[in-house]
């Protein structure tokens, strides 16, 4: 029902900046919560930052202030903006949609964009 695809990772150096985009589509319901993950390699996955359909952000401690989450309702997207980037925060980033419909919520999830950070 719902497809969620993430673009905009790559390899930046420290201190740099990069901007993810999610899209999730989808034909019927609609799209509420939407936020990112990541993972690293060996690691749990970790939460980031979210937010919901009226704009309210949350944020993981150690991101705040570098990273800035916004979404596009009308294009069912959600951006992560994220600068001064440090080494460890190269991973795996997925992006999650969640999907209403007719009073059931589902998550959805996207296959992830690697982010690699590196001199």
């Known amino acids: 029902q719902v497809q969620v695809v993430e673009s905009g990772g790559g390899l930046v150096q420290p201190g740099g900046s990069l901007r993810l985009s999610c899209v999730a589509s989808?034909?019927?319901?609609?799209?509420?919560?939407m936020g990112w993950y990541r993972q690293a390699p060996g690691q749990e996955r970790e939460f980031m930052a979210i937010i919901t359909r009226g704009g309210a952000t949350t944020y993981e401690d150690s991101v705040r202030g570098r990273f800035s989450i916004s979404r596009d309702n009308a294009k069912n997207t959600v951006y992560l903006q994220m600068n001064s980037l440090k080494p460890d925060d190269a991973a795996v980033y997925c992006c999650?949609?969640?999907?209403?419909?007719?009073?059931?919520?589902?998550?959805?999830w996207g296959q992830g964009t690697q982010v690699t950070v590196s001199s």
């Open positions: 999650f949609a969640a999907h209403v419909q007719v009073g059931r919520r589902s998550d959805y």
């Open positions: 989808t034909t019927i319901g609609n799209i509420y919560d």
